[in-house]
Every structure is written in structure tokens, then in C-alpha cells.
């Protein structure tokens, strides 16, 4: 099938959002049926969406690229499908935090109406398989949160790979929360309110990062809330070989991403990437886990979620059958892609409740 030339971004989302918001009915005239795998059916939008990516030839960030190239295809989609106008803060400001290796940048964003003082708080870890992805790419996700909980949310630029390998990701998210706990009353955050969360790669750095207070005697995040997370790097579960075509993330991404994150020599199975095979994950804090049906990380999520319960830590799985990995950034474009992502909101809410 022949490609279409890209438009600007700012048509190209206004086409991208009129298309998607199409009733289910019009879609599946268009677009045909939605896809039917493992008992699963592809949401309408979601299908509309893929086929629309499929025709502007943007289905893969990284496919036979080299990685500089790949981070300018995830800002460029980014731009594509985020929120227009932005969604207003009352305030958004950058913060340094000392790092392991030097300063890490980060953005903190204040939501209008919320308290001044002894609010709660999310550390939050952008996505991008620790290769890609920035401050940028998940301005939008991040404002979304913001706005529709009440929560300050500090979003956390850490060193990507290839230049920073593992362990360096999960260096930085470990100093980071750590530097936010110490300065809660800087921040004007409640210190017992605040929790870590993230999407795919940033989910794993934030479960990570509860694993890793708790071995280290700090004291531990009030919740995690992960989406779509990266459980597992020394295996595949099926879901990496059944959804690892066609869904936005594919499986030849996560071996790009992999082999740039954890080069040859480094254990994969060490529990600061493949947090799953963790000897112990009793004592952790409450976890709210989204995963997408038709996403190759669906089933390490799901077994995550048991292996957290089976520990004794509260969880809550919620699988979003018709999704796809990155629905985080699609709260603009897909109807179903925004409620979930209200979901999402609402367990944060109630789990940094006073």
C-alpha cells in the first residue's frame, strides 16, 4: 500500500482526532472489522488509529535506523498527537537534581487549584525503552495527569542509552526519588504522599526505584504507578511474539531498545530491569498496573501484577483489552486511550489520598 506524504503536525492531529472520535459504527466501515486476537477485539479508534499510522508510513520509532533518528521520530509523534492548546498549569518550572553522575534535569508541574503546601506527588518516568523519549515527549502525558488529579507530578529526564548504559537509568531514578524525599518541604509536597509511576520503560525505573528504597532503608513511595510496564528482559513471554507486529510497539523495537540498554556482558536478569524474576517483592508499596491487550509487554505486566499479590502487596491490574502500548500519549487523539488514562488518574488519586 502506498504511503501518503506527512502533513504539519498540528493538521496532521486535527485529522488524527476528527478521524478517531468517528462513532464505531463509521469506523468499522472504514477501517473494516477490529482486530480479533486471543479473545481479545481492537477498540475502534484504536484500529482507525493504526491504519492512519500505516498510510503516513509511521509505524516503527527505531526500524533500521540509527538511534539519533529514532529519538526524532518519537518528538515528532509526540508533537503529533499531543494535547492542543496544551492543558494550562498553574505552574511549570525545571529543577536540577544532583545526580550520580551530574545534574539531573527534571520538570515539575504545579496543577491549578491544588494545595501550596503538603501536597502529594508523582516522580514521574517518561517511557522510550531507555533509548529514546525526553521531557518532551511526555509533556503532554504528564500535564494530563496533573490537571486531572490534583497531584504535582516532577517528571524526571534521566541518561538514556546507548551513551548511559544499565544500570545508568536506574541510577538516576533511584537518586531522584531519593533527592525528592529528602526535599519534600522544598517542594512543597507532603513526604508521606509521594509515589512513583511511569510508562514501559519508565514504569520498569519506577518499580525499580520501590524495590530499590526499600533495600536501601529509605523510606518507601506512598504508591507505584505503572503502565504498560517492562517487567522482564532475560526471557519472552508470548505476548512479545503475539502482538509483536502491527501495534505500534514491536518486537524488533524492544530488541533495538534492549540491545542498547543492556549490551553484552550485562546480566539481564538482574531485578533493576527484569524486576519479574526479583527474589522478593514483599514490602513494597501499592501498585496500580494498566496494561494493554495488544502490546507485546501485556502478559510480563499481568504476571507482575501476581507475582506483587502473591507477595502481599496490594495491586490493582487493570488489562485494557482494545489498547495498544502508548496509550498514555493518545489521551488527545483516542477516546478509548483517554479513559483509560482517566482510570489511571483516578487510582492516583485515591491511592495519595490525605
Known amino acids: 500500500m502506498a504511503t501518503l506524504p506527512r502533513l504539519p503536525p498540528a493538521a496532521e492531529n486535527r485529522l488524527l482526532k476528527f478521524v478517531c472520535g468517528l462513532p464505531p459504527w463509521l469506523l468499522r466501515r472504514l477501517f473494516g472489522q477490529p482486530v480479533e486476537i486471543d479473545g481479545q477485539t481492537l477498540a475502534p479508534d484504536i484500529q482507525a488509529l493504526l491504519g492512519m499510522a500505516k498510510l503516513a ?30 492543558i494550562e498549569m498553574a505552574n511549570v518550572e525545571p529543577v ?17 487549584g491544588a494545595a501550596s503546601e503538603s501536597a502529594p506527588l508523582l516522580v514521574y518516568f517518561h517511557g522510550g ?21 490534583g497531584v504535582q507530578v516532577l517528571a524526571i529526564d534521566y541518561r538514556l542509552a546507548p551513551e548511559h548504559p544499565f544500570p545508568a537509568a536506574a541510577e538516576d531514578a533511584l537518586a531522584a526519588y531519593s533527592w525528592v524525599s529528602a526535599n519534600a518541604a522544598e517542594l512543597g509536597c507532603d513526604p508521606a504522599r509521594i509515589a512513583v509511576g511511569g510508562d514501559s520503560a519508565g514504569a520498569n525505573l519506577a518499580a525499580a526505584t520501590a524495590l530499590l528504597a526499600r533495600d536501601a532503608g529509605l523510606a518507601p513511595p506512598a504508591m507505584q504507578l505503572l503502565i504498560y510496564p517492562v517487567t522482564v528482559a532475560d526471557e519472552e513471554l508470548p505476548s512479545r511474539q503475539t502482538f509483536g507486529d502491527g501495534f505500534l510497539l514491536s ?6 531498545f534492549e540491545a542498547h540498554y543492556l549490551p553484552a556482558g550485562v546480566d539481564r536478569g538482574d531485578p533493576r530491569v527484569s524486576i519479574l524474576g526479583a527474589a522478593d517483592l514483599s514490602g513494597l508499596p501499592p501498585a496500580y498496573l494498566a496494561v494493554a491487550g495488544f502490546d507485546p509487554l501485556r502478559d510480563e505486566g499481568v504476571a507482575f501484577a501476581k507475582r506483587l499479590e502473591e507477595a502481599g502487596v496490594p495491586v490493582s491490574l487493570r488489562l485494557h483489552p482494545g489498547l495498544v502500548h502508548t496509550f498514555a500519549n493518545l489521551t488527545a487523539i483516542c477516546p478509548s486511550a483517554r479513559q483509560a488514562m482517566l482510570e489511571a488518574v483516578g487510582a492516583l488519586r485515591m491511592g495519595l489520598a490525605a
Open 57 to 86: 508510513g509511521s509505524e516503527s520509532f527505531t526500524e533500521g535506523v540509527p538511534v539519533e533518528t529514532a529519538r526524532r521520530n518519537r518528538r515528532l509523534e509526540a508533537e503529533v498527537v499531543a494535547e492542543r492548546p496544551r
Open 251 to 256: 518486537r524488533p523495537d524492544m530488541s533495538f
Open 129 to 149: 525503552g531507555w533509548v529514546i523519549g525526553d521531557l518532551e515527549t511526555h509533556d503532554a502525558p504528564c500535564r494530563f495527569l496533573a490537571a486531572n488529579s
Open 96 to 112: 536540577e537534581i544532583p545526580g550520580p553522575a551530574g545534574a539531573i534535569a527534571a520538570r515539575r508541574y504545579q496543577p491549578r
